[in-house]
């Protein structure tokens, strides 16, 4: 078990190390010269060699590459150049808000779509269940901006019982942000909703086919106690699976939806950066955002595999 | 005994006389997309207390529809449509879906065909077994455990305490099924349904369970209704026995009456269809059931057997005979039950010889040659996970001959590498040592390094014929494409040839457009035949080509091939876990046993003693298809090690009843030589062994002319 | 804990149904339908799928023949229907340029299908190429393909596309390239997981003893059968792709104006809510309507083709 988990570690890591090998790439060395853009093509030579030399572009790739990911890995993560402050301070406050809206977020749409899941499983091919299931494919795949819009028209302007915008000071308190943070955290649940439901249904009709659940039946066990102790505990392994794997995105993925509430999170922090090509905060956003996804992963796999006695003991 | 049912149970007095259960009149439908399925129809039966009824059938007979149609436990699109069913006494069809489930588990206790699949995987034994007393038993946690480990002791389950704490993916599939079958037995239920309990089971495992379930029905007062296909199965432990087919039933009647004297031809048929344990030196072919078995929405009217019968007359078509008792306890669906013969008189007319048995080859005349043969696996290290890569020593020196014309059967259980040794000669899975010959010339180890002439001469036939055709491709073309690449034809030729090849294994030329999806099992493995043989290959090998495939069908494929072999003078490897199919197709037998090859011969020799004791403990487990055969109990004990951890010395001692102790424990066994080519591996000297065996296997047959 | 009442009639919608019947459904000598057939009897009965499907189709019509039918020229402005509301002659009223939406909207999609649908297209190409071939040859290679795989899939697909395409600048072509580059790993996953699956089977072995080359197994054996997932996947990808363009238009990044891009004119529209909410709902729910009809046609095609599994 133990080696299973240092053998992910493992891989994780190399992940990282890659995924932060394609940002540098497309931030640095895709772009082409960057004293070109920045000073204007008929710059002198000498005026663009010494704004490179100062800041470091004239080293090798693989040597500035080396500089960057051994400071980001110490927490040095340079200055923006947009804003003139450390990156670090604003991404962590960004990152803030962002674990915020992913915390209600979650609470609305974790329970709701496993009971979903469940119940359309278990009226398979009822009207309940077509209906629950063409609503999770309609969900799926929707964009955040029309869902997220069309909530704003009806909840915000229509009825106006909620804000339309959440702008929030970054320095606010959860109590203050609440309110702002409904419409979006429905907006995000939507979506995940739909996955957690499509998820569960499957397995859980996966399992109901199963013979073990036929041996329980027959051993006169009452349905209650069939579903809870015998279906449940295997149907929702994969569940669990895709709800770890959400979260990743509820805290780094939310980019379209932060801006459609213009909402200070990480996400909405990345596209002011590609926005004004703030290098730094970029690179540090991205590589930050990628290595919570993949923790993500990584717990959405040790999770399953300790759960899953098969695996647990080989 | 048991749990109070829901209704107030009949006095003792009334019960002594009443059986157990009654199944009277039954039919049960299923809505499906093309209809209503009438799937069983005015089925009657009854099962007294210790006693054992037999059901039989093939697929599409219904028999597990009834037997879970007669407990409640339908789909959602099964009905029971009319009759009654009582379990002492009481009328189960009305009662409330509550009621069922005091008596599921309590009264009523179920066991079926995978025990691996059957448990929940996240859940230890112990508390799933014990869920059933806490339910029913009224028993608390400790008291519940504590009766789990007795029931566990009574199924002879070795060191009950550990099991108890164990995943079900940790077990065999033996110590599984004795799980089943106690969790089943734990209430002391009226009536005990058991489903094709040992199919996926190996043959000595199977012996070992089915010893324990006619223990059981000694010890408990249940009364059985054991279900299976295989009829040899029912000669072990059934006192009555029923015939279904298509979803009535053909015959009912007791044990030794229903295969000594039959009186319906369907069971005639069958029992022909089962090869006989006789090894004669002329073989002959099986009973064929003409037609196949009909979809119950298309049944013929009249008898619906009538189609396919021997002794069909006009007036069988025109209406449908009742089962009535015809003899003593003894009925039969059949108007000419009178006119039909005795099984030996129907196999007399019914079959013929088809050739000589062939003895051990001359040199010149061998096709291929393996000798030390070796396919070892090395299991991934990986360098993360600090393992050190272990051998899987999946075939450990295979020395085999496989003469021209002739076929070699190659006999074991799970484990034994025998489809691997086959897999190494065809060049699928490369051997990893040794050397095997074509014609005396070296073979190349991998198909990718063989040219096309080599390619040409061996060729195969696998197990599932589900997977053996592409679905996308037609019968047509996949007999064809070897025509082309192998055989060099072209389209047209190529296309005329196949024509002739399906009508050479039975199948009409109209299937040349269709898809695999449109045949049956049977016909599906004819197709394979006849693209294996479309190359026309000096050697065949068959992987176990039978085993999924119901009983006339397996008859009617094992005589295509015999045919075949005849008229190309191909020689088989023929694979099997199955020693009555392989000692009723081959000249010659090799036993093999984790890798290693244990015994071989001409079939004649291996199947008469002197045996290494691993064949005789085979021979006294398989189950024959005849009451009055008598078979030494030689039980197995402990379950085949992995491959990876080979025994020392000769590597069956771990599980041999003659082990002599450290002689076997540390020495390799010697190759001992009988008569003609017959070898045994074995440290008992051979008349020493034909001493201790002369009983193993005594058939008491009356004889065949 | 009091346990929730959970009746007996909640089982009896789950047990299994059809898969019990396949003992009686042994066909014998009698034909089966053709596999179309088959597929066209099971859509029929299952009417959401039929009406994505119909849907997707007419939006695909609209793809095609859009600027012949639009009844106006999707950058013609009229400046004195500025913002106008929906009337018989501009059905779906007119943009802040008095341009008429619908002719925007219906030019939109074949915008919209070209992007994402040439992108699809490579993805499909290159992911099931690299499928194949990596599944089929296994080792070190298909571990090694594999795991970079797994690295682009680390990423969550919009930071990729908006950090590739921030520095590439967002012409057409790059975001074609963008899309495929985004979608070539789950098609490759798929098809790697069919080939796996496929190439241990008994008809790939009988072509192996038969000595078909490399090629042939992989083209004329393989392949075929996994067509079914991959045609899901596939109308799943497409689906996913019309999201991600949709969204690149809307966060600026996508198409540029004066393109009729959806996301674009949603973006556009943001700013004249209050006044002229049409402006913003209408391509808003012709997004919504496209996606879920071609949801329900993968999942349609999914039910259809794969009825056995193929779940998820």
């Known amino acids: ?314 | 005994m048991g749990a109070p049912d829901a209704a107030t149970s009949p006095s003792p007095a009334a019960t002594a006389s009443r059986p157990t259960f009654e199944i009277e009149g039954l039919s049960i439908d299923y809505a499906t997309e093309l209809g209503v399925l009438h799937a069983v129809r005015g089925v009657s039966l009854s099962v007294r207390e210790h006693e054992s009824f037999g059901l039989v059938g093939e697929s599409g007979s219904g028999k597990s529809t009834l037997a879970m149609g007669a407990i409640r436990y339908l789909a959602q699109n099964g009905r029971v449509t009319d009759g009654s069913v009582r379990l002492n006494g009481v009328e189960l069809l009305g009662l409330s879906r509550k009621d069922l489930r005091a008596l599921w588990g309590s009264s009523i206790g179920v066991v079926y065909q995978s025990p691996l699949s059957a448990l929940n995987p996240s859940i230890v034994i112990g508390k799933q077994l014990a869920e059933v007393a806490r339910q029913h038993l009224g028993m608390d946690k400790p008291a519940a455990l504590a009766r789990v480990v007795e029931m566990l002791t009574k199924v002879a389950m070795p060191d009950s305490e550990a099991v108890m704490k164990r995943y079900p993916h940790q077990l065999s599939g033996g110590m599984l099924q004795r799980c089943v079958i106690a969790m089943a037995l734990m209430t002391d239920p009226s009536l005990l349904i058991m489903d094709e309990p040992t199919t996926a089971l190996d043959v000595t495992t199977q012996a070992l369970v089915l010893d324990l379930v006619a223990d059981l029905k000694r010890d408990f007062d249940s009364a059985i209704l054991y279900i299976t296909h295989d009829l040899g199965v029912i000669t072990k432990i059934c006192d009555r026995v029923g015939v279904m087919y298509a979803g009535e039933f053909m015959e009912q009647a007791a044990l030794h009456e229903l295969f000594k004297r039959p009186l319906h031809p369907y069971t005639l048929d069958l029992l022909g269809c089962v090869p006989h344990f006789d090894p004669t030196p002329v073989k002959r072919s099986l009973v064929t059931i003409p037609g196949s078995i009909p979809r119950v929405d298309e049944l013929p009217p009249g008898c619906i057997f009538a189609p396919r019968c021997t002794y069909m007359e006009a007036a069988c078509a025109a209406a449908r005979p009742p089962l009535s008792e015809v003899a003593d306890a003894h009925l039969s669906a059949c108007r000419r039950w009178q006119d039909v013969p005795t099984p030996v008189e129907h196999l007399r007319v019914a079959t013929e010889a088809v050739r000589d048995a062939q003895t051990a080859c001359a040199r010149p005349e061998v096709l291929v040659d393996a000798s030390g043969t070796q396919v070892h696996f090395k299991t991934a290290g990986g360098m993360l996970s600090g393992r050190k890569g272990r051998t899987i020593r999946a075939v450990d020196g295979v020395d085999l001959d496989v003469c021209v014309g002739q076929t070699l059967g190659v006999v074991g259980e799970s484990g034994s590498g025998k489809t691997t040794v086959a897999r190494a000669i065809i060049g699928l899975t490369p051997a990893t040592g040794g050397a095997i010959t074509l014609r005396g010339k070296p073979l190349p180890r991998s198909t990718g390094r063989r040219p096309r002439a080599t390619l040409k001469e061996i060729q195969m036939v696998f197990q599932n014929p589900d997977a053996s055709l592409n679905p996308t491709r037609s019968v047509g073309d996949a007999i064809s494409r070897p025509l082309v690449l192998l055989g060099g034809l072209r389209r047209q030729a190529a296309a005329e040839r196949a024509k002739e090849l399906l009508t050479a294994v039975s199948l009409p030329v109209s299937y040349f457009e269709r898809l695999p999806h449109e045949l049956s099992g049977g016909e599906k493995q004819r197709v394979a035949i006849a693209r294996a043989f479309a190359a026309e290959p000096g050697l065949i090998l068959c992987d176990e080509p039978i085993s999924s495939l119901d009983v006339s069908v397996q008859g009617s494929l094992m005589n295509l091939l015999m045919k075949l072999q005849v008229e190309k003078q191909t020689s088989y490897v023929f694979i099997s876990h199955d020693l009555s199919a392989v000692q009723h197709l081959s000249d010659a037998i090799a036993v093999v046993y984790l890798g290693r090859v244990m015994e071989v011969g001409d079939a004649t020799k291996v199947l008469t003693p002197p045996f290494h004791p691993y064949t005789e403990a085979l021979l006294s487990a398989v189950p024959l298809a005849d009451p009055d055969v008598k078979q030494k109990p030689i039980r197995l004990s402990g379950s085949v090690p992995s491959a990876m951890d080979v025994p020392p010395g000769c590597r069956f001692h771990p599980r041999c009843p003659r082990c002599l102790g450290d002689l076997c424990r540390q020495q390799e066994p010697p190759w001992r030589e009988g008569e003609g080519d017959h070898r045994i591996s074995c440290h008992i000297a051979l008349d020493e062994l034909a001493r201790l065996q002369a009983e193993t296997l005594v058939l008491e047959r009356e004889e065949t002319v | 804990m009091v346990e929730p009442h959970v009746t007996d009639e909640l089982f009896d919608t789950a047990l299994m149904d059809e898969e019990a019947v396949k003992g009686f459904m042994d066909p014998g000598p009698r034909q089966r339908p053709k596999t179309w057939r088959i597929y066209w009897r099971r859509l029929r009965k299952r009417p959401a799928a039929l009406v994505g499907t119909i849907v997707f189709c007419f939006f695909l019509f609209l793809a095609v023949f859009g600027p012949w039918i639009a009844p106006y020229d999707y950058q013609e402005q009229e400046a004195k229907h500025r913002l106008g509301t929906p009337t018989l002659s501009h059905p779906f009223g007119n943009d802040q340029f008095g341009r008429d939406i619908l002719s925007r909207v219906i030019v939109g999609t074949r915008n919209i299908f070209l992007l994402g649908g040439f992108g699809t297209l490579v993805a499909v190409i290159i992911g099931t190429a690299i499928g194949l071939a990596s599944g089929y040859v296994g080792g070190i290679t298909d571990e090694v393909v594999m795991r970079l795989l797994d690295v682009l899939l680390s990423f969550p697909s919009l930071l990729l596309a908006l950090v590739l395409l921030s520095t590439v600048g967002p012409s057409n072509l790059n975001i074609v390239l963008v899309v495929a580059i985004l979608y070539i790993p789950m098609v490759a996953r798929v098809v790697r997981s069919m080939v796996l699956d496929l190439k241990n089977k008994e008809f790939v072995e009988a072509a192996r003893v038969r000595g078909e080359k490399r090629s042939y197994i992989l083209f004329r054996e393989i392949l075929p059968n996994s067509l079914p997932p991959l045609l899901v996947e596939a109308s799943m990808r497409f689906s996913y792709s019309i999201f991600l363009v949709a969204s690149l238009g809307f966060l600026g990044l996508g198409v540029q104006p004066p393109s009729p891009d959806w996301g674009l004119q949603i973006n556009e529209a943001r700013n004249f809510f209050t006044l002229a909410p049409w402006v913003l709902l209408f391509p808003a729910c012709t997004i919504a309507v496209l996606v879920i009809s071609t949801n329900l046609m993968s999942d349609g095609l999914r039910q259809v083709m794969l009825p056995g599994g193929g779940r998820n």
């Open chain 1, 1 to 314: 078990m133990v080696r299973f988990i240092l053998r992910r570690l493992g891989f994780m890591a190399m992940t990282v190390i890659l995924a932060s090998i394609i940002i540098f790439w497309a931030t640095t060395v895709l772009p082409g010269d960057l004293a070109s853009q920045i000073l204007g093509r008929f710059a002198t030579q000498q005026a663009k060699d010494s704004f490179r030399k100062e800041l470091g572009l004239d080293r090798p790739v693989v040597t500035q590459y080396g500089a960057w990911l051994g400071d980001w890995v110490q927490g040095d993560w340079g200055e923006s150049a947009s804003t003139n402050t450390a990156v670090r301070p604003i991404v962590f406050e960004r990152l803030r808000n962002s674990l915020m809206l992913a915390a209600v977020a979650f609470v609305m749409y974790v329970p709701l779509g496993i009971l979903l899941g469940l119940i359309a499983a278990l009226r398979k091919n009822t009207w309940i269940d077509q209906t629950i299931s063409v609503g999770s494919l309609a969900f799926i795949g929707l964009p955040e901006f029309v869902s997220g819009l069309i909530l704003i028209s009806i909840f915000a302007i229509e009825l106006k019982w909620l804000p339309s915008q959440s702008a929030i000071a970054p320095d606010s308190t959860f109590i203050e942000a609440l309110p702002y943070l409904i419409l979006p955290a429905i907006t995000v649940a939507l979506t995940s909703l739909a996955y957690v439901v499509r998820m569960t249904r499957s397995s859980t009709v996966d399992v109901l086919q199963m013979d073990y659940v036929r041996t329980a039946n027959l051993k006169g066990l009452s349905p209650s106690r069939v579903l809870f102790t015998h279906v449940l505990r295997n149907s929702l392994l994969p569940t669990i699976t895709v709800v770890a794997i959400g979260i990743g995105w509820l805290i780094g993925g939310l980019i379209v939806t932060e801006a459609v509430y213009g909402y200070p999170g990480i996400g909405r922090l990345l596209l002011f950066a590609i926005q004004r090509r703030d290098l730094q905060l970029i690179q540090a956003t991205a590589l930050l955002i990628v290595l919570i996804y993949v923790v993500a992963n990584l717990v959405a796999d040790i999770l399953y595999a300790v759960l899953n006695p098969r695996i647990r003991y080989q």
